[in-house]
């Protein structure tokens, strides 16, 4: 039998507001799109907001592929040359960082519930430096 200790907890939201934020890749995972193109699901953990996870889908398709170089560049993982393929999974982008527009919505599965999401990955503030261990 598992054994709980009861914290008094009260139902708390945990979307932060919307704003520009650092976040670490801490969960990825690879995955196919609907049309069956090549698709990887990260979820950025936000240095300011411990815990909570914003996620992102990098879909490996023509129509997709400017999305691809933007959260290339944020995470400072460019190559150094136009025309340079780039192989990418879930396990080598965990731990990679980037500073986030994130903005908050309705969450379309639970009504009046709100999400965070990433409005966009911000360019002209750099790369973040990496963490301290």
């Known amino acids: ?53 914003v996620f992102d889908r990098l879909t490996f398709s023509q129509a997709a592929s400017p999305f691809i170089d933007i959260f290339l560049k944020a995470t400072g993982h460019q190559p150094e040359k136009k025309g340079t393929e780039v192989e990418l999974d879930a396990s080598l ?12 919505e309705d969450d379309p599965k639970v009504e009046g519930k709100k999400i965070n999401t990433i409005i966009n990955y911000v360019l002209d503030k750099g790369v973040p430096p990496n963490l301290p261990f």
Not at 93 to 104: D, Q
């Open 93 to 104: 982008v965990m731990g990679w960082r980037a500073w986030l527009n994130i903005g908050v």
């Open 1 to 53: 039998m598992a054994k709980y200790v009861y914290n008094d907890e009260d139902n708390k939201s945990d979307v932060c507001p919307a704003g520009v934020y650092i976040g670490t890749v801490t969960w990825s995972k690879d995955d196919t799109s609907q049309k069956n193109d090549d698709q990887i699901r990260v979820g950025f953990e936000l240095d300011e907001f411990k815990g909570s996870l």
